[in-house]
């Protein structure tokens, strides 16, 4: 399965159901009563942020010319290919946050308990068993959606002129 | 958005932030963004089939796993958060009357009977025979009889409605079966799978409501009244500066009276007094927060130091030597904040324990006792304070509290006339438009006080007179709305001259939140005054909570619109998720009541609505227009 995240962003509610589901993912259980008891407590990779009455999930956009990429020192992080996301190998990060400090989003963070960055993986083992990531499936309203990017724009024009039509 | 425009609040506000101790608005931030689903009220958590959660964007209506749609959903919860604040405001009751029969049968404590004429003319009320008896013996008649009425109907309270709004009650089943009963009601009616209808679980909110407006709340206030006295007006200050450096300060918060009256006794002893003078200290300061703080400000003219939104601030004043909390509106985060400071935190009541805080539980019949040793430890722990962490504001202000439905006319009409008739003529004649109720809580959401100022603000500039309780009332007191020379600095000529005549504040303080009682007691007299219509909906009068936070809030909006009051409540009770809900509460019900809500965000816009209303209902009633004209010039002024 390949594709893009897309987010619509009028559809966000701010439920956080996106963070839920991606730290759950990222459990060792997957089970929701059981990874709330697990230590070190499951993470998200994805946030909702809230800016005045707006709200909308952020996380890692896997960009082609990642600078986070560029910048990492002891290349934990990595992007095989220009259609694959952007990678990290928690072992290879000696945790300088360079990669936090030059993510134009804000979407990586360090992880205090590993001594790592943590990031959006895109659920890569999720995609090869052709399910969609979890943040994806987990989000009640649709804002978050999964598109293979030959589609995004297409819809766009045809939605930007059924406006034009209809107005 | 700005947390607070309180000076003194702002202080402390950023002395938290120097010292890193999270408070309210550092959790608030948190939390954002809240959930969508839980705003809007469709997520539903009744049933282990869920949470189950309705998209408000969804392409076509969606059930949840039981097949209850969002308009169930909605007013399932809802009617939960009024069964929620009923049950607590009628819980304080019982309390009252539980101590009430206890200081009747003697059980020591040092509670008894204070005022004896409101214990007769409530006895008179119950229809209970008191030729031959003792006190005691009435008090004891009089509390098992408000007792008898949590289980089954009549409450006797209710009789005091207009015969109008009691037709309206009868009409649509709304005359509760007893107070705790439509309260467990709501709970069966709610539980998976029983009431679908959303107008018929409404009303079933509307009637535990009813109970709780006419009867919880309503006796805790007399009963109260009959134990501690009943209030007159009487002089105060507001605002943390009534805090003092060299003195002892003990801080009351929560919500019932029982304690904290011993407690203010036990600071005016002798002894104590001494102890204190042997620990450094000038003398023991006692001032409360929240409700607890005004029944003591309304019976005896101790002073509050804040409200809702400035509990925790006060212990960053660093000068707190002790609070002592009973129940309600108490943040578990006092228990933090104390924690980075020599403030003793002492819980008193069995419902309300935290892990880590000292509790010494209150019992009845050692009353005096217990408020020795609480007063006691303060004195103890004043030495304990670090003096390079002792900030108090300033600022304090003046004010007048202490009216009640009784009272409010005799200095209306003076003594030798002590009827609601010029309260009436000064309405009929348009020197007064009518008379809001601005009320309700302090909620992080909202910038701290803003709403009830502005709205009050805009309200007795328009000459509408201004009655408040709970937190609305000390935000509007800290502002120094409740000083009888604010009439000349802010309201409309018409207010001024009754004012001024009448030697009363523009707005006045009418109590705690159980005390929305009186406004209920003072609309009655007003309908049997005569001039005003034949029922509470006839008059020109309007309510509003600009910064609604408790369940309690919602219980007390819908006792209001179930009395056939108009009123303006925000931010909304999770009920928009529903259209139908919504529609039904801020319309629908108006033909079953009379009254009707308005989820109205902004608090001058609120204002205006009220205004709007008043000029409608005064154009039902044939009155003439204002004295001093300002008719329609509220709503032009707030759209340009």
């Known amino acids: ?167 | 958005m700005k947390k607070t425009v309180d000076r003194a609040a702002e202080k402390m506000i950023e002395a938290a932030a120097g010292y890193s101790i999270k408070t309210v608005w550092d959790r608030h931030e948190t939390m954002e963004p809240r959930c969508g689903f839980g705003d809007l009220g469709i997520c539903c958590n009744i049933c282990l089939q869920g949470p189950c959660r309705i998209d408000p964007f969804g392409p076509s209506e969606q059930k949840g796993v039981c097949g209850a749609n969002a308009d169930t959903i909605v007013a399932r919860n809802f009617i939960r958060a009024i069964a929620g604040g009923a049950a607590a405001h009628s819980d304080h009751g019982r309390d009252i009357a539980t101590a009430l029969l206890h200081a009747a049968r003697g059980g020591g404590g040092g509670l008894r009977v204070t005022d004896t004429d409101k214990l007769k003319a409530i006895a008179g009320e119950l229809g209970i025979e008191t030729n031959g008896l003792s006190t005691n013996e009435i008090a004891e008649k009089v509390a098992l009889s408000c007792l008898e009425q949590f289980a089954r109907a009549p409450i006797s309270f209710m009789n005091r409605a207009p015969e109008a709004l009691k037709k309206k009650w009868t009409k649509a089943g709304l005359w509760p079966k007893g107070i705790d009963r439509e309260i467990v009601e709501v709970m069966h009616r709610t539980h998976a799978g029983v009431d679908v209808d959303y107008r018929n679980i409404i009303l079933a909110g509307i009637r535990a409501a009813l109970g709780d407006g006419w009867g919880g709340s309503m006796l805790a206030t007399d009963l109260s009244d009959i134990l501690f006295g009943s209030p007159s007006p009487i002089r105060s200050r507001a605002n943390l500066g009534v805090i003092k450096e060299d003195a002892v300060n003990i801080v009351v918060h929560g919500h019932e009276p029982t304690l904290s009256e011993m407690v203010a006794r036990a600071s005016r002893d002798g002894e104590l007094l001494e102890y204190a003078h042997q620990n450094g200290a000038k003398g023991i300061n006692v001032c409360g927060l929240c409700c607890t703080a005004i029944e003591l400000l309304m019976r005896q003219g101790y002073p509050a130091a804040g409200n809702f939104l400035s509990q925790e601030l006060a212990i960053i004043t660093g000068a707190v030597d002790l609070m002592c909390v009973d129940v309600q509106c108490i943040m578990p985060g006092l228990a933090d904040v104390a924690g980075c400071f020599h403030t003793e935190l002492i819980t008193t009541s069995p419902k309300a324990k935290m892990p880590g805080v000292t509790h010494i539980e209150f019992e009845e019949e050692k009353a005096q006792h217990i408020a020795h040793q609480i007063v006691r430890m303060a004195i103890k722990n004043f030495p304990n304070r670090r003096k390079d962490r002792i900030n108090i504001p300033e600022d304090t202000m003046d004010l007048v509290a202490g009216f009640t439905a009784e009272n409010i006319f005799t200095n209306l009409g003076g003594t030798f006339r002590s009827t609601y008739r010029p309260l009436n003529d000064a309405i009929i004649s348009g020197r007064l438009r009518g008379v809001a109720a601005v009320i309700g809580c302090n909620n992080a959401k909202v910038t701290h006080d803003e709403g009830h100022i502005a709205m009050t603000k805009r309200l007795i500039s328009r000459d509408v007179l201004v009655v408040q309780t709970g937190c609305s009332a000390t935000a509007c007191a800290k502002e120094g709305f409740l000083r009888p020379e604010s009439a000349f600095e802010m309201a409309g000529k018409g207010l001024q001259e009754i004012c001024e005549t009448v030697g009363i504040p523009p707005v006045l303080h009418l109590g705690s939140c159980v005390d929305n009682s009186r406004i209920l007691r003072a609309l009655c007299e007003m309908v049997n005054e005569g001039g005003l219509g034949d029922d509470i909906s006839d008059l020109p009068v309007a309510g509003a909570a600009p910064e609604a936070m408790s369940e309690k809030a919602v219980s007390i909006a819908s006792y209001t619109v179930g009395s056939g009051v108009f009123t303006v409540f925000s931010p909304p009770p999770r009920v928009e998720g529903s259209r139908n809900v919504t529609e039904f509460l801020t319309a629908g019900i108006e033909e079953v009541t009379g009254g009707k809500f308005c989820f109205e965000r902004d608090p001058i816009r609120g204002a205006d609505m009220m205004i709007a209303h008043m000029d409608e209902k005064r154009k039902a009633l044939g009155l003439s227009g204002m004295m001093y004209g300002k008719e329609a010039e509220t709503v032009e002024a707030t759209s340009s």
């Open chain 1, 1 to 167: 399965m390949k594709g893009v995240i897309v987010v619509d962003v009028e559809k966000c509610l701010g439920c956080k159901s996106c963070q839920l589901q991606c730290a759950l993912e990222h459990s060792r259980s997957k089970s929701l009563h059981e990874a709330i008891y697990e230590y070190p407590a499951p993470q998200w990779r994805i946030t909702v942020e809230a800016v005045d009455n707006l709200a909308a999930p952020l996380q890692c956009r896997h960009c082609e010319d990642a600078p986070c990429v560029q910048v990492c020192p002891s290349q934990a992080l990595s992007k095989p290919a220009a259609d694959a996301p952007v990678l990290l190998d928690g072992e290879r990060c000696i945790g300088c946050s360079l990669c936090v400090t030059v993510c134009p989003f804000g979407v990586i963070a360090m992880d205090g308990v590993a001594g790592a960055v943590i990031k959006c993986d895109f659920c890569l083992a999720r995609l090869e068993e052709d399910r969609l990531p979890a943040c994806v499936e987990g989000c009640p309203t649709n804002a978050l959606q999964f598109k293979r990017l030959e589609e995004v724009a297409p819809e766009k024009r045809k939605k930007y002129l059924t406006g034009i039509v209809l107005d």
